[in-house]
């Protein structure tokens, strides 16, 4: 079974999308930090979906 890096990406920055949208609704930031993981979980998303679309395209 090989690890999708795609997937695992897309549904990262799936996650972090919904996770930045209930802080910014609810108002839930009261320190930065939670909208700063929600947005590091959406970078690190894009990262993996990018790398992973790279090493499935050479198979």
Do not use: C, Q
């Not at 609810?26 to 790279?54: M, R």
């Amino acid at each position: 079974m090989k690890i999708r890096w795609a997937h695992i990406g897309l549904y990262a920055i799936f996650v972090g999308s919904i996770l930045f949208a209930i802080i910014l609704i609810t108002g839930w930031n009261d320190s930065n930090i939670p909208l700063l993981s929600a947005s590091a979980l959406i970078v690190s998303g894009t990262i993996g979906y990018t790398v992973g679309l790279k090493k499935e395209s050479r198979y």
